[in-house]
Each structure stands twice: as structure tokens, then as C-alpha cells.
């Protein structure tokens, strides 16, 4: 009930604004503005910390995964080491931009992000051209799914880096 309520005055508020001053705000279709953020630190091939005017925050990479190298209690996985170093080389200290999809957080509280080095790559793209990454669609942030598998299935096919190098599956 107090969830449907606060629907109900949010889109009172915004029909009082529209109506009033012919603003309007953003809507739960509408993806939020990209921010603007410094790459703190690299954690992993597809996680890093960001600083942001709120603070530093962790982004996960929407849409793909690469293999683990520090995740506790697991063994380094094959490629690991590798997709960490060159997310490092596209993003390490580099300006970004982080464009949401429809969740923006996940359930560790990591901001979900399409991430781009300023003047630069989607890092996903690399990621998964390059065959550092695999794919990773968790809806509803799937508005990307279709292209990312055309660049996984391109990396696999040419044996391009983990696909070459692990064995299958792992």
C-alpha cells in the first residue's frame, strides 16, 4: 500500500510540474543521463571503482563476465589474470562514461553499467572482441544482448583470446 501511495504522489508531483511549468521529469522508461567518472581502480576484468561528485563506487559491466581472479574462495580461472590486466589498460585512471539500463544496482549494492573511456571504446565491446569476456544477460538489463552475442560469437569462431586458450567450459 505505501508503495502504490508513493506512486501516486510522485505522479501527481510530475503532472502538478508538467502542468504548471511544463517541466517534466525522468520517467521509469526513460534511462537515466550517462554520468561522467574517473576510473579509481581496476578490480577484476569486469568490475571497477569509480569516483563520482556522491562518492566512489563499485560499477559491474552490464552484460558480460570475465573469468574470476579474486573472488573468495575460488581458485583464478583461466584467462583471469589476463582480462584484469587489459581492463586495466582500456579504463586504468581514464575518464568514463557510465550509461545505465533498467536496474541500476545490483544485490551487492555495484552500480550496473555500459561503460565507455571518454572519447573512447564501449569496454564491453573490447572485452568481448578481444575474447577477455564471455556474455552475461541478466534481465531486464538486456538492451545490449543482441549485439554483445554477435562479438562473442566473432571472438570464439576466430579462437581469440580465451576461447583460444582455455579449455571449454572453463
Known amino acids: 500500500m505505501r ?3 508513493r506512486h501516486l504522489l510522485a505522479a501527481l508531483a510530475l ?19 550517462p554520468d561522467t567518472a574517473r576510473v579509481v581502480r581496476v578490480v577484476d576484468g569486469d568490475t571497477i571503482r569509480v569516483g563520482l561528485p556522491s562518492g566512489e563506487e563499485p560499477v559491474r559491466y552490464i552484460g558480460i563476465d570475465t573469468p574470476e581472479s579474486v573472488k573468495p ?8 589474470k589476463r582480462a584484469s590486466a587489459y581492463n586495466e589498460r582500456l579504463v586504468g585512471g581514464e575518464p568514463v562514461r557510465l550509461a545505465y539500463d533498467t536496474e ?3 544485490r551487492y549494492g555495484r552500480l550496473l553499467a555500459y561503460v565507455r573511456v571518454e572519447g573512447g571504446p564501449v569496454v564491453e565491446d573490447e572485452l568481448l572482441r578481444g575474447g577477455y569476456a564471455r556474455t552475461l544477460t541478466i534481465p531486464p538489463n538486456d538492451d545490449r ?5 554477435k562479438l562473442e ?3 570464439r569462431e576466430a579462437d581469440r583470446g580465451l576461447w583460444g586458450a582455455c579449455p571449454v567450459g572453463g
Do not use: K, M, N, Y
Request: glycine residues 10%; negative net charge; charged residues 20%.
Open 153 to 155: 560469437r566473432a571472438a
Open 15 to 33: 503532472a502538478l510540474c508538467s502542468a504548471v511549468c511544463g517541466c517534466s521529469g525522468p520517467t521509469e522508461e526513460e534511462p537515466a543521463a
Open 104 to 106: 541500476r544496482r545490483d
Open 73 to 80: 574462495g575460488s581458485p583464478v580461472e583461466c584467462f583471469a
Open 145 to 149: 544482448a543482441p549485439h554483445f552475442a
Open 3 to 5: 508503495g502504490a501511495l
